[in-house]
């Protein structure tokens, strides 16, 4: 189980047009991939988001001469060092020796975990609805119709990035396209105060169609939290930034939030990420994850909802939905998986019990130049 090598994948792909959320446009799309293989010819890959030049370096030149020589099998020791220099890279760091752990058990990854509870997972169609054309929101309405034709049974668009009234016609819009049949997410990215986001209540209170409103104010004010959860006719969710399980304590305490929606890539790491999923359970919250950025961490939240615990008694199936990005990124298809009627199938097999696309590691490997102006 000795570690032996680590191979890096800083990869980057251009938009052919931009699009964004309430946050700005995005010009690109990035992601970084590491494979660690032991001594034995165990292998396993992980994914973490950052900066690219930051994350290249601090493998480069401090992860990778720490790890070589390791035991793959002090897990949790090794993340926990790692995630003092850069949290991020822990994440990749915790998923490639859970497979390893894994791939040498003979086991699959919800195996490891204690087995799963559902081979199927619900996932939700999530958009960046914003773009830099005069017709943004018929284009937005046509993605969204792209997404229903696929099977997607729930979406997820964007709010709070432009002026109330513009936001209001493109979900009205959208609303009367889909017959209000369509389960729909609204995500403002933090973007209101309290008086912003009560101006939805009357249109939210007449749509049957709503899973949540998610993240419309600054998640660090618990109190305001409070009072729009309390007087909100649709759940209330967030917490995709929060780097710690620990972090959610005083969300969980307060009763803040309807749903918590912990990220892998965001966090210190898979371990910490189920304990946020087994913390929620404790309090008696649903939690709907998020997972935007990666195609291996979306496969480890896939993992980690298959092997959680129902959050009602009244139908032990029952399980939230996983984000799934639907918009322009070759590197959803980094893991080929598929939904089919608005669910994915759980992988069986040994570790991810299914293979990275490598082809598509050289075909989008980041060359070192400048992407970011």
Not at 11 to 20: D, I, K, S, T
Request: charged residues 20%; contains cysteine.
């Amino acid at each position: 189980m000795q570690i032996e090598k680590i191979e890096t994948f800083p990869l980057l792909h251009r938009l052919a047009a931009p699009y964004g959320d309430a946050n700005g446009p995005k010009k690109y799309r990035s992601c970084y991939l590491i494979r660690i293989t032991t001594k034995s010819g165990v292998d396993g890959w992980g994914e973490c988001i950052d900066w690219l030049p930051a994350l290249h370096v601090g493998f480069t030149e401090r992860i990778i001469p720490y790890l070589i020589g390791k035991s793959a099998a002090d897990r949790l020791p090794l993340v926990s060092v790692i995630q003092k220099w850069h949290k991020r890279a822990a994440a990749a760091v915790s998923m490639a020796l859970t497979e390893i752990a894994a791939k040498s058990a003979r086991l699959s990854v919800c195996d490891l975990w204690g087995g799963k509870w559902r081979d199927r997972i619900p996932v939700y169609a999530s958009f960046q609805s914003y773009s830099d054309r005069d017709d943004w929101i018929g284009h937005s309405l046509q993605l969204v119709e792209g997404a229903i034709q696929k099977e997607f049974t729930a979406v997820k668009v964007k709010i709070g990035g432009k002026t109330f009234q513009d936001d209001l016609t493109h979900i009205q819009s959208l609303q009367k396209m889909t017959e209000e049949r369509t389960p729909l997410i609204l995500d403002a990215n933090q973007s209101y105060d309290m008086a912003a986001a009560r101006r939805w209540e009357p249109y939210l209170s007449n749509w049957t169609n709503l899973l949540w409103l998610e993240e419309p104010m600054p998640l660090n004010n618990l109190p305001e939290y409070k009072l729009l959860r309390a007087s909100s006719s649709v759940p209330i969710a967030g917490g995709e930034n929060i780097k710690s399980a620990k972090q959610f304590l005083p969300i969980l305490n307060e009763n803040a939030l309807d749903i918590i929606q912990p990220d892998i890539l965001h966090g210190t790491g898979i371990d910490d990420f189920r304990d946020a999923l087994q913390l929620a359970r404790h309090f008696g919250v649903r939690v709907s994850p998020h997972s935007y950025d990666g195609a291996l961490s979306r496969l480890y939240t896939l993992f980690s909802q298959a092997s959680l615990a129902p959050w009602t008694k009244m139908n032990a199936e029952n399980i939230e939905p996983v984000e799934w990005d639907v918009m322009e990124n070759p590197f959803s298809e980094l893991v080929p998986l598929t939904p089919s009627g608005g669910s994915v199938s759980i992988p069986g097999g040994i570790g991810i019990g299914i293979e990275i696309n490598t082809d598509l590691l050289q075909a989008y490997l980041w060359d070192g130049s400048a992407y970011w102006q």
